[in-house]
């Protein structure tokens, strides 16, 4: 009896000129995104987006992407003490991982393409320890969209963040987005 082999994971490239001008940050990021089978493009570009909003030559892709799931999908930790500084999600994680990401590290940040109101409704009906230093950041689908409509493995633009505001500029396209910006719960 034949089995039906499992799909490969096809690798990207990210060239990504990064002015991120709330940050003070110019840096030129050259890195490989591998797609698993079962991630979507809108995912694996909410991932490369967020590592670049996030830069510091600290944050690091979970080591094992989409094959450990209880592992935040970038990270920044301390390198004196190995604690955790940063979590980022991408998608919409369960109430419980945000819990674990929430006792386990300095500030939490949930980057999704989805509708970023249910991730509140789903925490709302669970105990999620120290909720106000939850942060989510919703990407509109429709720049998602436009972003990955590339013809080839790689993708080369300019990335300016800009209090809250995206612009991307490929070629002689210029796309533009803003995130909509939640808290788990409202810090005081």
């Known amino acids: 009896m034949l089995r039906p082999m499992a799909q490969p994971s096809k690798l990207y490239r990210f060239r990504i000129d990064l002015s991120d001008i709330d940050r003070g940050i110019y840096e030129q990021l050259d890195f490989r995104l591998a797609m698993h089978p079962s991630e979507s493009m809108p995912y694996m570009l909410t991932r490369a987006l967020a590592y670049a909003c996030n830069y510091s030559e600290a944050l690091e892709f979970s080591a094992q992407g989409l094959g450990d799931p209880e592992s935040a999908a970038l990270s920044h930790s301390d390198a004196t003490s190995g604690?955790?500084?940063?979590?980022?999600?991408?998608?919409?994680?369960?109430?419980?991982?945000?819990?674990?990401?929430?006792?386990?590290?300095?500030?939490?940040?949930?980057?999704?393409?989805?509708?970023?109101?249910?991730?509140?409704?789903?925490?709302?009906?669970?105990?999620?320890?120290?909720?106000?230093?939850?942060?989510?950041?919703?990407?509109?689908?429709?720049?998602?969209?436009?972003?990955?409509?590339?013809?080839?493995?790689?993708?080369?633009?300019?990335?300016?963040?800009?209090?809250?505001?995206?612009?991307?500029?490929?070629?002689?396209?210029?796309?533009?987005t803003e995130f909509k910006r939640y808290y788990l719960k409202d810090p005081a």
């Open 83 to 176: 604690r955790t500084l940063l979590w980022i999600e991408i998608g919409n994680p369960s109430p419980k991982k945000l819990h674990k990401a929430s006792k386990a590290s300095q500030a939490v940040k949930i980057y999704t393409y989805k509708d970023a109101t249910q991730i509140l409704r789903d925490c709302e009906k669970e105990n999620v320890h120290q909720p106000e230093k939850i942060e989510i950041y919703q990407l509109n689908d429709k720049f998602l969209t436009a972003l990955g409509e590339e013809s080839s493995r790689e993708f080369r633009f300019s990335l300016m963040v800009q209090e809250g505001a995206l612009t991307v500029t490929r070629g002689e396209e210029i796309l533009n």
